[in-house]
Structures are given as structure tokens and as C-alpha cells.
């Protein structure tokens, strides 16, 4: 390892990681609600402190692009790649060129004639939600939004699709879905729905879709104007980060943020609130779901040879629960194999930054942080630094508590986040 580089990285790792004075909302980071991601601050620090203007910087799980926006705006070349679809919706949105006229246009033009639909043509919209939707996917409708909502959002809907397919549709539809999925609120019946845990509240006040589109539009609005509109290039395409598309030693940085293990933060049970509405049947995603690194489905699963302490976590974990056991397996399995795409796409003498959680099954730490450490070396990877983050839950938009579980695992689990920084021997060309 470069002495300068290396003393870098590590100086790095070692300062705050924090950020809690710092906000989280400028440029197009808060164009929608999304969990965990971790502040702008963080990656920015990475890009602007391992690599130059020009150089190559990929999160091949980009959740909801942070690591994509900050290496744009600091002028670096931006990959990134996911298989979640309302993922890679917000990162186009948030990283495509979107004239902030026409999308104003657009979006007003889009707001009134759904207003007059609502009260013209009120029965054909009625008549329409019932064709729209498969069965089991319209009964999942009908639990979490009351029939006026519905008009209102196929309403708005209709009037969107209406549009070209290019920029501006994409980030219509982004401000569609931002009304359902949100922090607190929302158009649906649902609470903690953006923390991933949606429960029935029947009796939640009434929100117009309408109205919180045209709240949402002029918001997201500010949010586009603050874009540079000549950037560098972004690249981002769905794929599984345990098979990425790319040449080896090709990347000068990674930083991104995999999913908790056992399926702690099950980002597909939010985002089907607003999928279903943009084309998806819900037994499609159900089904999509166990594509998703962390799931516990297990069919399918490419099982890998795992590190001895690794190993003994989950040997652990299977005398209690056998069935855990193997999700975990299956978790650090695949974790091995994108850690494996990590280095091979990564060029010789740089790093990846990867930013994790642990979680507590049946009252075992999984220790993901020591284990992910364990495999990388394994891989060929050496650890340059493990840094610690302490979590503002409610600013990162974690698992709410309900009632008055205080010491539930879902609390002791998500306090801190450790930010591991993977170093590829060689020299860098």
C-alpha cells in the first residue's frame, strides 16, 4: 500500500463519521423517502479524499444513489447498479439532466387535469381501478388506501403516463411515488412505512394525493434546480452486485452500503406501496423479493466456503435456530461473492469503503462488520482501518420502536454503523 495513500485512507476512517450537525437534504437527496442511507457527507468525504476529478467511482448496491450524486457533483464518473426497482427509479432521477422548466410544466399541467378527471370523470376512474390490478394485488390496494386515494392516484397516474417516456416522466413518477412512501404521513393507511415496518392505521387522517403532489412537485422542484446541468458521466444499470458488468481493475473507489443480515431492513415490503401503482403485480415482486441479498429464501442460493470465526458465528446462531442460521449463511455467502466482484473490478493500490450493520439473532451478534472483514482477507483484500458511525436513528430513518418495546432487537441492533475500508494490494497505474 502507497505510505501516503495508506495514511490517508486510515486518517480517514478514523476521523467523525457522524455528521450529525451536518444536513442530509441538499441538491436531490431528499427527493424521496428511502431507508438507511447513510448522509452525503460520508461518501463525499471518500471521493474527495481517495480519488480525482475524472476517476471512476462505483457502488454496485446503490440504494438510493448518495454515492452516485456526490461523485457527480464532484465531477467524477459515477457507476452504479441495483436490482431494486424503485432503486434505480430515484438514482435516474436524481443523476439524469431534467430541465426544471419542463418539468414544472409538466407537473402543473399533470395536477390539473387530474383535478378535472377527479370531477368529471370520477365513475370511469372507478371502473378503471378494477381492470388495472390483478386480483391480489387489488385487495392489497383496497387494505392500505381508502377509495378516494385511489381515484386521485390513478388520477394523477393516468395523466403521467401520458407523457413522452424520457426524464421528465421519470421524475413525475418520482413525485408520485414520494407521496406514498414517506417518513410520516403518506397517502395510504400505512405508518413506518418508509421505515420499512408498514402497519394499518385505520383511523390516519385523510391526505389528497393531489394536494401532497403539488407540495411534493414544488419541493422536489428546488431540489432539480440545484443540479449542475453540465456533468460527468453516470452509468447505472440494473445488475446483481455479485455479477457485475464490468472490466477488471477498471474502478478507482467504492463506496456503498449492503443490506443488514437476516433481512432486518426489507426495503421491498415499502416499496411494493408505490410498485404496485407503476405496473408491478404484487406476486411478481413477492417473488422478486428473494433475489434480494439478505433474503431468507434459500433456493438458488450460491453457498460459499466461509472464514473460521464467520463460520462459528453462524454454527452459533443454528443451536438456537437452525433456520436463521442458514438465512445467515446464505447472507455472508453472498456477501462473499460481491466482495470477490469488489476486488477484481477495483484497480490495484485503491480502496472500497463499506458501510455496515450488525444484527442480534436470537441474542447473538452477528458481528457482520468482523465477519465481512474476515471474508475480505480471505478474498485478497487487506483491511486498511475499521471506523465506527454512531447512528441518529431518526434522521436515517431507521425501524421505529412501537409502544414500549425498549429494548427490542431492532433498537440494540442499529445504534452504530461500522465503515470497513478494503484495500487492494498492488500499484496503481
Partial sequence: MSDTYRANLISLLASDLDFH?????????????????FPPQLPRKFIDGLTQPGEVVLDPMVGSGTTLVEALLADRQAIGFDIDPLALRLCQAKTAFVSPLRAAQAGLDVLRKARVAVY?????LQGELGQRFDHKTLEFVDYWFVPEAQIELLALLKQIELLPGDSVRSFLELVF??????????VSLALDLAHTRPHRAKEKPYRSPIKEFEKR???????????????????????DAQRLPLRGSSVDLIVTSPP???NAIDYMRAHKFSLVWLGYPLDFLSQY???YIGSEALNGARIAELPSTTTDIIQTIADSDRSKASALRRYYSEMTHVLAEMIRVLKPGKAAIVVVGSSVIRGIDTRTYDCLAEIGQQLGFEIAHIGVRNLDRDRRMMPARR????????EHRMHQEYVIGFYKPGVSR
Fill in 21 to 37: 450537525e451536518s444536513s442530509s437534504r441538499e441538491f436531490t437527496h431528499d427527493l424521496h423517502a428511502f431507508p438507511a442511507k
Fill in 120 to 124: 368529471e370523470q370520477r365513475s370511469a
Fill in 177 to 186: 411515488s414520494s407521496v406514498i412512501i414517506t417518513k410520516s404521513g403518506g
Fill in 217 to 239: 412537485l414544488r419541493q422536489n422542484l428546488n431540489s432539480l434546480a440545484a443540479l449542475p446541468t453540465v456533468r460527468p458521466l453516470v452509468m447505472l444499470g440494473s445488475a
Fill in 260 to 262: 443488514y443480515p437476516a
Fill in 289 to 291: 423479493r428473494k433475489r
Fill in 403 to 410: 409502544g414500549h418495546e425498549r429494548h427490542s432487537q431492532i
